[in-house]
């Protein structure tokens, strides 16, 4: 274990020395460490979207630095190839990013500019395909064309995925996807982090989402890191989210409406089980024991 | 290299500054009458010392719309090319046609005289201008405005049953979306460079190859026009739009006191442009 991403005091601004030009990162400071699931949050023109395309050396850094796995992004005999591969980024709505006519072609397309030998490009679409949810026997000789929304963007992510990243950030990835879609992405996306030992990194505008995917949340504002921390510290503390106008998800919400009735709960208790136990411990008298998480 | 993927910067068609000076407040009608009548005066003026003064008067122009002539400049460096080739060109096979003056050097088919180097000179000097003055009044008017004021300009073609209205939408929607699909590319091409794509490696006369390169980007580029296409059509047809109905307009242009001076002092300068017989 240790540090994947580290940036220090990045700051960059879109149409430099033009009038029309607009800083939007001024002096983020951050570290990700390996294995972890990070969510960046904040309202749009934030610096979000810019602040993560540093990490696959879309942008190079301005001032500033941004290391990614040791290797300094400003070095200007950076292997930028190497880099995309270690570090995978999936852009918003990244559906439209699809131009072969079948699935499977797709797919291979990263790994076939890596030069793989066919057989490894077959393995790996394969892998890719499953871990987004796509069966390869069924969906690789689909054309893209005919699939639904849903499948179009597992079909983008199994192409990002075919790189096989040690990193994977993804742009919110659930935007525009149906309730069902999105729980089942989201699984997907844990599983990467859990299971496959990914880094993840992801910006989201949905609480709910953060909450249970995230270990540490960043709050960006301005182009600056303004609050990071663990759910429970970022939202179980009501000064940060109203300072920086942060939603907050639902059953923090509840808690915080309970509190301010002047039941003593633990605001903190963000996940939907812990909540439940909260809401469940004021409703019994003291002393006696619920069984397991109720409701 | 920061900037491999910035598109948006180096595209100037339809780019506004507003800097809501005296130019950007002129009536657009009166702004596209003026400058057309300015760019005729200059490509008749051939003397040395016209030219000068309307170079002069163009960069005045952006002082006076308070753009930096950094702007013009950058809209004449993709020109360079064409103005150097024109000019050699010329130098080299205009002897003939231009014969006046003192013959500098005369090499068989090759003759350079004293008039056919004034012509080379000028006519660098008249590119220069009329990109300059179109791009004050590219930068200094609004898409919107243009084409309104392109409309009204048009009218009175619509009784020789020339379709003016639906000219000026067509302009309107397709200089509107030049910027819209510059930020879909960049995105794009972002996109595909995250999967491992790459963009104009290999040398030019791999032209087989770099278009295959190119493929990620236009396939994709071309269903998104399509989609925002037909979005645009349902948008419309939601709003009611009927081909060739008679409409009203949010903002009416009034051509103002101030409207008329402006003018009537580039008519009289370009005039003057015209006829004073300049000594160079």
């Not at chain 1, 005919?146 to 079909?155: D, F, P």
């Not at chain 1, 109203?242 to 998800?249: F, K, V």
């Amino acid at each position: 274990m240790g540090t994947v991403i580290e940036v220090e005091d990045l700051r960059y601004t879109y149409m430099e020395n033009t009038p029309l030009a607009h800083q939007a990162l001024a002096g983020v400071q951050l570290s990700v460490e390996e294995g972890e699931c990070v969510a960046i949050i904040g309202h749009t023109g934030s610096g979000k979207s810019t602040l993560i395309q540093h990490f696959n050396g879309l942008l190079r850094p301005q001032q500033g630095r941004v290391r990614v796995d040791g290797q300094d992004l400003s070095d200007p005999g950076l292997d930028l190839k190497g880099l995309r591969r270690k570090v995978g980024l999936v852009f918003q709505n990244p559906e439209d990013q699809l131009f072969e006519k079948w699935v499977g072609d797709d797919v291979a397309f990263g790994p076939l500019k890596m030069g793989l030998p066919l057989k490894e490009v077959r393995d790996r679409v394969r892998w890719a395909m499953e871990m987004a949810g796509l069966s390869f026997e069924a969906m690789k000789d689909r054309p893209t064309y005919a699939l639904s929304g849903g499948q179009k963007r597992k079909v983008a992510l199994a192409g990002v995925l075919a790189l096989r990243p040690k990193v994977l950030v993804l742009d919110e990835p659930t935007a525009g996807l149906d309730p069902r879609s999105r729980k089942e992405l989201l699984g997907r996306i844990e599983g990467f982090n859990r299971r496959e030992k990914m880094t993840v990194i992801f910006v989201s505008h949905n609480m709910e989402e953060v909450a249970c995917l995230a270990d540490r949340i960043f709050v960006m504002a301005a182009g600056q890191i303004v609050a990071q921390g663990t759910p429970r510290e970022i939202f179980g503390s009501r000064e940060v989210l109203l300072q920086h106008r942060i939603g907050a998800p639902e059953t923090v919400e509840i808690l915080y409406r309970i509190q301010g009735l002047g039941y003593p709960v633990d605001v903190g208790a963000y996940e939907l089980d812990s909540a439940a136990a909260e809401i469940v411990s004021i409703l019994r008298p003291q002393g006696v024991k619920s069984h397991g998480p109720g409701i | 290299m920061a900037r491999e993927f910035e598109l948006t910067r180096n595209i100037t068609v339809g780019q506004y500054l507003p800097t809501g000076s005296f130019v950007h407040r002129l009536d657009p009608r009166i702004k596209l009458l003026a400058c057309g009548i300015l760019i005729l005066a200059i490509a008749f003026c051939n003397s040395y010392g016209g030219n000068l003064i309307v170079l002069a008067f163009s960069c005045l122009l952006f002082r006076l719309s308070r753009i930096p002539l950094r702007y013009g400049l950058s809209g004449v460096k993709p020109a360079i090319p064409f103005i150097v080739i024109l000019a050699v060109l010329q130098l080299l096979f205009y002897g003939d046609i231009a014969s006046g003056g003192r013959v500098y050097l005369e090499y068989g088919l090759i003759v350079i005289t004293s008039d056919s180097l004034r012509l080379v000179i000028v006519s660098a000097l008249r590119f220069i201008e009329i990109i300059f003055v179109s791009s004050v009044l590219t930068l200094s008017t609004s898409t919107t405005q243009l084409t309104h004021g392109m409309e009204s300009l048009l009218k009175p073609l619509g009784y020789l049953k020339f379709p003016v209205h639906e000219f000026s939408l067509i302009m309107t929607i397709a200089l509107r979306f030049v910027p819209t699909f510059a930020m879909e590319m960049e995105k794009m091409i972002k996109a595909q460079a995250s999967r491992g794509a790459e963009f104009g490696t290999g040398s030019w006369w791999h032209i087989f190859r770099r278009t295959k390169e190119m493929l990620p980007i236009i396939v994709p580029l071309f269903r998104v026009a399509m989609e925002r296409a037909e979005d645009l059509i349902l948008a419309m047809e939601a709003r009611c739009y009927t081909p060739g109905g008679t409409r009203s307009r949010f903002r009416t242009y009034q051509t103002t006191f101030r409207d008329g001076l402006t003018l009537l002092f580039i008519l009289c300068f370009s005039l003057l442009l015209w006829m004073y017989p300049f000594p160079y």
